[in-house]
């Protein structure tokens, strides 16, 4: 399984924060670094200093690290028109050498959307959004040098683009939808997506979720296989329950509720855990939601004791 760091930056952190966890997550080997992109916090912290854009941040990383896969989980398509999407992302892959991945859905936290002046639209309409977006996105990018690009919907109308400037890896990066939605969303990732990811969802939930891509893709003539199936779970890893249990406090939250609802315990538990979500979903990816910035230390514990025995 490949493992991923995965940041909530909203609630409280500066770009050095992000670079820091960014470098130890490439020194200590894990396959990428992603960030959330969201404008505002969640819960009872503060935000404090401030939301980081989450593109402006990857642009940084992309330059100040060498080998890691960096992106979002997921660019909300209620920010940002998809044709400067399109060219920030691949200026992005450009910068980094060709290691940035697109995760992209319809958003749904309608609290940020009013505290920085964002439209939101109704839930049907941010899924039409969403489309045409995914549409847009990687038709531009698909399109041939020197040819050019139309498209025309209900939401977004392109004219004659010349489709630049291309991404380093074509025909495009890779392209994340997620969600839990039973129909639309198994076959929006179908049509659209190399990743499908499912989030903070129990294991036989995350199953079946799963199965409705592979019939989505089925019913459209595409191979199932060629969908990669990750997970997003928090983490709360110590050497010894005294270790999970100073974790767990700093992070607000009872350990009996992140070793159901996460992944938390020894090294050993979560490695027993992880093989256990592989066995039954077919999960080949697996996203640490690392809420504790500063914790550098279990960054890196998970890396020499859980990574390798996966």
Not at 49 to 77: F, K, Q
Not at 213 to 225: N, S
Not at 229 to 234: D, K
Request: proline share 6%.
């Amino acid at each position: 399984m490949d493992l991923r760091i995965f940041t909530e930056p909203q609630q409280g952190a500066y770009y050095d924060d992000l670079l820091r966890v960014a470098r130890a997550a490439e020194d200590s080997g894990y396959d990428a670094f992603f960030r959330s992109d969201h404008f505002l916090a969640m819960g009872e912290a503060s935000g404090e200093p401030g939301p980081t854009d989450a593109w402006i941040t990857l642009a940084g990383l992309a330059r100040e690290t060498s080998r890691i896969r960096l992106g979002t989980l997921v660019t909300s398509a209620t920010f940002r028109n998809p044709g400067p999407l399109a060219i920030a992302v691949a200026q992005v892959d450009q910068m980094s050498g060709g290691r940035v991945e697109l995760g992209l859905g319809g958003g749904w936290f309608e609290a940020e959307h009013e505290a920085y002046g964002l439209p939101f639209p109704s839930l049907g309409e941010r899924f039409e959004i969403l489309t045409e977006q995914l549409e847009m996105i990687t038709g531009l990018w698909r399109t041939l040098p020197g040819d050019r690009f139309a498209f025309a919907g209900k939401h977004y109308t392109v004219t004659d683009s010349p489709a630049l400037p291309k991404p380093v890896q074509q025909p495009t990066p890779p392209v994340i939808v997620g969600g839990h939605g039973r129909k639309k969303t198994p076959a929006l990732a179908a049509r659209f997506a190399d990743e499908f990811n499912v989030a903070f969802s129990p294991i036989e939930a995350t199953a079946a979720q799963f199965d409705r891509v592979d019939a989505a893709c089925v019913e459209i003539g595409r191979d199932p296989k060629e969908l990669v199936r990750s997970i997003a779970q928090v983490i709360c890893v110590g050497r010894d329950d005294a270790e999970v249990a100073r974790r767990a406090l700093v992070l607000g939250r009872e350990v009996d509720d992140l070793r159901e609802n996460g992944l938390a315990g020894t090294p050993a538990e979560v490695v027993d855990r992880l093989g256990a979500w592989r066995d039954r979903t077919r999960a080949t990816r697996v996203y640490l939601q690392l809420l504790d910035l500063a914790d550098i230390d279990q960054v890196e514990l998970v890396a020499s004791e859980v990574l390798p025995n996966l």
